[in-house]
């Protein structure tokens, strides 16, 4: 089963989207497989981390931005932020993927699954693909 969802983004959005993918799984009706989450934009991505903490959410987003800052000098010919956003969603990937067992998501107990912008804001959109029986 191929599940499709959107999404309106702010600029820098750590967006949980656990609840979204395990509703795709539910419908799916699979219990034992394999869930890929793919998003087929280039300057956001797919990532796992704790939902515990936004304000973790903050520093991870803060220090991405440290780590590969909006600068004028880049090559690419769109924007400081889009040229910036690019290589963070390359950083970070497009896709996750985590076992079904009994129909759940296999996830750590403070593992939640995110749609992270790194552009934006944006209409956005991801797909959940379910494998298995």
């Keep these: 089963m191929l599940g499709k969802r959107t999404l309106k983004t702010t600029q820098n959005d750590l ?4 609840k979204e993918v395990q509703d795709i799984v ?3 009706g699979i219990k034992d497989g394999l869930v890929v989450v793919w998003c087929p934009h280039t300057t956001a991505g797919i990532l796992a981390t704790s939902f515990w903490d936004p ?3 903050e520093d991870m987003m803060e220090d991405f931005d440290r780590i590969v800052p909006m600068r004028v000098n880049y090559k690419h010919q769109d924007t400081p932020s889009d040229a910036a956003a690019h290589i963070k969603s390359a950083v970070v990937g497009p896709s996750l993927s985590a076992p079904v067992e009994d129909g759940k998501v296999l996830l750590g107990h403070s593992t939640g699954i995110f749609f992270a912008e790194f552009d934006g804001p944006r209409d956005r959109q991801y797909f959940v693909k379910v494998y298995g029986k």
């Design 55 to 57: 304000k973790g959410h």
């Design 26 to 28: 539910t419908e799916s």
């Design 15 to 18: 967006r949980e989207i656990t």
